[in-house]
């Protein structure tokens, strides 16, 4: 199944007894069928999804360093009981409980959480102008709002989200219009002017280069699946 871009990275707990593992999965920046996690055969798997915009994780790498990779999290970043986790999740009674224990994991790195976030006032500005102006805003303006240079704002965003701000743009820019696409209320042309493409053939563009075929595949392949 190919996966389609949206600038989120997963953490991939495997629960088999005989393999163990967390893992830190990030999302490619294209359509992917090679670039998938890979999972252990047969084995049951909790994972958890975070946004770019994340701190709770200090994770020691750079995100761009991660970009299309999966990783042991423990390479990452220092985990704290990781076996103690696995065997938890591993061993609880359902979904709701493998949540309430994650959570209660999570409370370990709610300290030092704010003095991250501080670390990331400047890009997690960036991504709140990107999402509210719904991936039209341009690097240019971002600098002018700030007082950065484009060259500071790119490197700091790429360190901390794994890609450029004008990628992150497109990709939130592409993750509304297939959207949608998917709710099928809206004609092409209309979903292109929503979202700042220039006409509908700029949107059919931008949408193959995120998923190597043209919206109206992906809207027979759902008409389909329904």
Partial sequence: VPIVPDACFDLLICCDSRHP????WTSPTA???????????DAEYFCVRFLPEQYLLPINESMKSLNDLQAPLHNVMNLQDEEGLLESIATAKGF??????????????????????????????????????????????LAEDTGYSERYIRKKFEE?????????????????AIQDI??????????AHKYGYYDQ???????????????????NVLDCAN
């Fill in 21 to 24: 593992s967390i893992a830190i």
């Fill in 160 to 176: 901390q989200v794994g890609f450029s701000p004008k990628l992150f743009a497109q990709i939130v820019r592409f993750q509304g």
């Fill in 201 to 219: 053939a700029h949107l059919i563009k931008e949408f193959k280069k995120f998923t190597h075929h043209a919206p109206s595949y992906y809207r």
């Fill in 96 to 141: 709701e409980e493998r949540i309430r224990i994650f959570q209660n994991y999570m409370r370990v790195y709610l300290q030092s959480a704010e003095s991250r976030r501080d670390a990331k006032t400047l890009v997690n500005y960036l991504i709140g102008e990107i999402y509210r102006t719904k991936g039209t805003a341009e690097i240019h303006s």
């Fill in 31 to 41: 359509l992917s069928v090679k670039n998938q996690p890979d999972f252990v055969p």
């Fill in 182 to 191: 998917t709710r099928g209320q809206e004609d092409l042309t209309q979903i």
